[in-house]
């Protein structure tokens, strides 16, 4: 039977998830999630209280449809010769291959952290989640997050933890909700909300805000 997960999206810089290229991964962040989901499954990131752009509580900044599980070693092995935009190059010109989420190379005997959003605090939880997910059927909205009806405002948790037992009566009511926005999945219908912080993010070595990104289950 699918589930329904549900967490907060803190740091929305393009890199967790990452929605370009016509496919949304989560390969970095949200450990727990990333062990757990399977193919059908939906991972729902709602917008926090202090998004850079204001107040996205209660709104949805992306949606995926989970159709591939892989370790991540896989996923190393498979951007190297598919999505070759998935590994990033921080020094690049083109922002989407400086938000690469494949940030570890499996070549050696362990695995190596790239230069990424990512810096060493990181690396305990990015390679807990042991998988990265992958979607074609997604939407992502982004700062243009969107409101969710009173009757499903429930599913947003209120800690950094996510919820899924909990998101059963609200499974059904979620995707007829979401299907009857008339939107074409595989789509950005916005822009990571924290695109604009991305110096901050370069000067720090990495997100340190998401290295207790994961508290279990709400």
């Known amino acids: 039977m699918s589930r329904l997960y549900t967490y907060i999206v803190r740091v929305d810089d393009g890199a967790a998830p990452n929605p370009f290229g016509g496919m949304c991964t989560l390969a970095i962040c949200k450990p727990r ?28 900044v992306y949606a995926m ?15 190297q010769k598919e999505w070759p935009d998935r590994i990033p190059e921080i020094d690049s010109l083109d922002l989407v291959s400086r938000l690469g989420d ?4 499996f070549s050696g005997r ?19 989640g042991k998988n990265a997910l992958l ?14 009806p009173d009757n499903l405002l429930p599913i947003c948790p209120e800690t950094q933890g996510h ?22 999945p595989g789509q950005l219908y916005g822009w990571p909300d924290a695109i ?22 709400c």
């Open 163 to 184: 919820r899924s037992r909990k998101n059963e009566p609200y499974k059904i009511p979620f995707n007829r909700w979401l299907l009857g926005l008339n939107l074409s």
């Open 102 to 105: 494949c940030i570890y190379d």
């Open 135 to 148: 979607s074609r059927e997604f939407y992502y909205f982004g700062s243009r997050a969107v409101r969710l």
């Open 110 to 128: 362990k695995p190596v952290q790239r230069p990424s959003v990512h810096g060493p605090a990181n690396v305990k939880t990015d390679l807990g």
């Open 33 to 60: 999630i990333r062990s757990s989901a399977r193919v059908g499954d939906w991972v729902v990131g709602v917008g926090s209280k202090n998004a850079p752009s204001g107040d996205l509580s209660g709104r949805v």
């Open 196 to 217: 604009l912080d991305w110096e901050t993010i370069a000067r720090c070595g990495g997100c340190l805000q998401r290295s207790a990104d994961d508290e279990g289950e």
């Open 65 to 79: 449809k989970v159709q591939e599980v892989m370790s991540l070693r896989d996923y190393d092995l498979r951007a």
